[in-house]
């Protein structure tokens, strides 16, 4: 069965300071991944996605992922943090093949930034 | 979001109540699915439907019920709530069930709380 681990659970960075936020996924072959950001009180928007090809992958805000086969990671990172940044953060995988379509996601990363 | 939509955002119910948590999509989407949030487990898969008709449990299905009768709609039915499904809910589509690389979408939740 497919998992994801998200290690940290609460990451606090300054304003302006570089990011990563870790992913190990499990699963078979190469799964298909995604980062989705939630800010309080909203629904769940995608950043980035990985189905093939070029490991690294760019997303929207400025975030870019980088699949490792591997590390079996996908770790998200951003090369300056925003105060509008602040928020929690999904890793998420879903089968490459098959007849399973669920979409399983880490426990996510709250990420808190200081001015 | 892009036309998921979720009613009510919010609701209070009663131990042994039940209610129904509505979820409508207009772009066509064949995959529809529910999930559950909760605070350091992320979100889990409660119940999917990759069609009219076509329904299948997930991750944490219990005490929930779903059908598909038409494409657009796919309701959550709490039959009798409990103080363990106090939670915030997403309602998630995408186009095709056979093809996992298509986005998934998300609603922007409902909170529900059982007193």
């Known amino acids: 069965a497919q998992s994801v681990t998200q290690p940290d659970i609460h990451i606090t960075v300054s304003e302006g300071a570089s990011l990563e936020l870790r992913c190990n996924y499990s699963?078979?072959?190469?799964?298909?991944l995604f980062w989705y950001v939630q800010s309080p009180g909203q629904g769940l928007q995608l950043l980035l996605k990985?189905?093939?090809?070029?490991?690294l992958v760019q997303g929207i805000k400025g975030f870019e992922a980088e699949f490792k086969r591997s590390q079996s990671s996908f770790n998200l990172r951003k090369p300056s943090v925003h105060w509008s940044d602040a928020a929690e953060y999904f890793c998420?995988?879903?089968?490459?093949?098959?007849?399973?379509?669920?979409?399983?996601f880490g426990k996510g990363t709250l990420l808190t930034v200081n001015p | 979001n892009a036309g998921v939509t979720q009613t009510p955002k919010f609701q209070v119910l009663k131990t042994g109540q039940s209610m129904t948590l509505q979820c409508a999509q207009d772009?066509?989407?064949?995959?529809m699915s529910w999930y559950r949030q909760d605070p350091g487990m992320g979100l889990r898969l409660i119940h999917y439907?990759?069609?009219?008709?076509?329904?299948d449990q997930g991750e944490v299905p219990n005490g929930y019920n779903v059908s598909r009768s038409t494409t657009e709609d796919f309701p959550l039915r709490l039959l009798s709530a409990a103080p363990s499904q106090t939670s915030v809910y997403f309602c998630?589509?995408?186009?095709?069930?056979?093809?996992?690389?298509?986005?998934?979408?998300f609603g922007e939740g409902s909170w529900l709380t059982v007193v």
């Open positions: 439907s990759v069609g009219a008709g076509i329904t």
């Open positions: 772009m066509n989407h064949e995959y």
């Open positions: 998420a995988v879903r089968s490459s093949g098959g007849s399973n379509y669920k979409l399983t």
């Open positions: 990985y189905f093939s090809g070029d490991t």
């Open positions: 998630a589509s995408s186009y095709s069930a056979q093809f996992q690389r298509n986005t998934i979408y």
């Open positions: 699963y078979g072959a190469t799964p298909y």
